[in-house]
């Protein structure tokens, strides 16, 4: 048998590892995918004032900070038995959607599509795979000139969310008790001039792309299976008695069934902690234990009903009734944009529902004590957060984020995480050049950026986990 170890992963959020196996017909025989920094929010968390997790939860991630926020909010609302009104709803939702409408550009342009085109000779794509390009010169530099628009359709997306939330990456204006932003007419018109630039932008050149895609690489359909399984907790409500765009789910074997948060829990056998294993998350720890002897990451293995699950944007389409062709490298993708059409357009009534000058906020105050869950999406699929509450302080905080769903390790049965079970069996062309392993791993577009370097707030340095580079 022979390895390859990808280390990093580049063209994702954060630091990840990739360390399979070959046969001897170079088909992967076994897989590793280990998140290699630490993160330890949950700990930052203790001891503070509610309100503040829908700030803090925030620097989790600069990509998709808005749904740490809106998880945070809700849990915190939960315990005080309060739900924002509608007006507060809508604004969530078009800041969160503009959040996922930058989100899957980024991923598809800018994160994925070199695995399918080669760069322009010039830093910083030179250097890249040139192995099975199928594209000729002319699709190419389409492809290219659209890899160059898409970057101003994401600014113009962040432009867009920061009308209502503030400022972005981190939202300035979503807390427990709603969205305090007081939208005026003029601030809607502007909203709806950047929304139709970016539908047009994905009605037609998105759209064009990711087809060309699929009918390039449709052999794509059949790569990357992993388990089949998926998951969503729901996300962006239709109006206040819990009606959800993307409903609340499960996928086994193709059939679609419900989803109850009690199933839920998170175990830690190759993981770098010495928390209990196999807690629910609403009573789950985090105690760091770095070279733990035979863990690999800093990720848990969520698990429900003690089954790997998948996340993300094929869980919400499939669930919702909008695709069900299948689980597969090209399923994400084309499942990515079925998503992003349908957002789009549900953006457009959510913005004609908002009253002008309307409040969206409730000064609900901070709870005495009490424990909930705050559930939703994001961009890279199910995100919750479980909150604890005593003497107005937080007592107790647990996170489990999309990228811990699809890139976890081995649970304690020994079952891989869905990444990890995806690159099994993949067959290999070429060892030098793995692309089929990067088109792999980044359909499930991983992010680990929640993963931090801890330091005190005097700027020394506390705790430092050194990677040795590859072949040390």
């Not at 101003?152 to 807390?175: C, D, T, V, W, Y």
């Not at 206040?240 to 609340?248: E, I, M, V, Y």
């Not at 302080?393 to 990444?419: F, L």
Request: aromatic share 10%; net charge neutral; charged share 15%.
């Amino acid at each position: 048998m022979s390895t390859i170890k990808l280390d990093p992963v580049t063209r994702l959020e954060g630091h990840l590892k990739v360390e399979v196996t070959l046969d001897a017909n170079n088909a992967v025989a076994s897989a590793t995918v280990a998140g290699m920094l630490f993160r330890d929010f949950e700990n930052m968390l203790l001891n503070r004032p509610p309100r503040d997790a829908a700030f803090l939860t925030q620097r989790i991630c600069g990509v998709c900070p808005v749904p740490q926020a809106v998880a945070s909010s809700k849990a915190v609302e939960k315990i005080k038995g309060f739900k924002p009104n509608l007006q507060g709803l809508l604004l969530r939702n078009l800041i969160q959607g503009a959040n996922f409408l930058d989100s899957g550009i980024t991923h598809f342009y800018h994160l994925s599509l070199l695995d399918y085109i080669q760069g322009p000779q010039m830093s910083p794509w030179t250097g890249g795979y040139t192995q099975d390009l199928r594209f000729n010169a002319a699709d190419t530099q389409t492809l290219t000139d659209h890899y160059i628009s898409a970057l101003q359709i994401r600014r113009k997306a962040n432009e867009m969310a920061a009308i209502f939330s503030g400022k972005l990456p981190h939202a300035a204006n979503i807390i427990p008790g709603g969205v305090t932003a007081l939208p005026s007419s003029t601030e809607i018109t502007n909203f709806r001039n950047y929304l139709n630039e970016i539908q047009s932008f994905i009605s037609n050149t998105y759209q064009s792309d990711v087809n060309m895609l699929a009918s390039a690489y449709s052999d794509y359909y059949n790569v990357g299976t992993g388990y089949g399984n998926l998951i969503t907790f729901g996300v962006f409500d239709t109006n206040t008695s819990g009606g959800l765009l993307f409903p609340a789910g499960t996928v086994i074997g193709g059939t679609v069934g419900a989803f109850n948060e009690a199933n839920i829990k998170e175990y830690n056998k190759y993981s770098y902690y010495s928390s209990p294993s196999g807690q629910a998350p609403a009573s789950g720890t985090t105690t760091a234990s770095y070279g733990k002897s035979g863990a690999y990451t800093w990720l848990k293995s969520p698990r429900y009903n003690n089954t790997p699950f998948e996340a993300g944007p094929l869980a919400r389409v499939w669930v919702s009734g909008d695709y069900r062709r299948g689980v597969s490298v090209m399923d994400r993708h084309m499942a990515r944009y079925v998503e992003m059409s349908k957002l789009v357009s549900n953006m457009q009534t959510w913005l004609n529902q908002l009253t002008a000058g309307a409040s969206g906020f409730t000064n609900i105050g901070a709870p005495v004590s009490g424990s909930a869950s705050g559930l939703t999406e994001a961009p890279r699929g199910a995100i919750g957060h479980w909150v604890s509450v005593s003497s107005s302080k937080i007592s107790r905080y647990q996170i489990i984020t999309p990228t811990c769903w699809n890139a976890s390790p081995m649970d304690d049965a020994g079952n891989p995480g869905p990444v990890e079970k995806a690159l099994i069996g993949t067959p290999v062309a070429n060892p030098a050049q793995p692309v089929e392993l990067l088109r792999i791993v980044h359909s499930f577009d991983p992010c680990t950026g929640c993963s931090v370097h801890v330091m005190s707030p005097e700027g020394v340095e506390m705790s430092k986990f050194v990677v040795q580079p590859l072949g040390k």
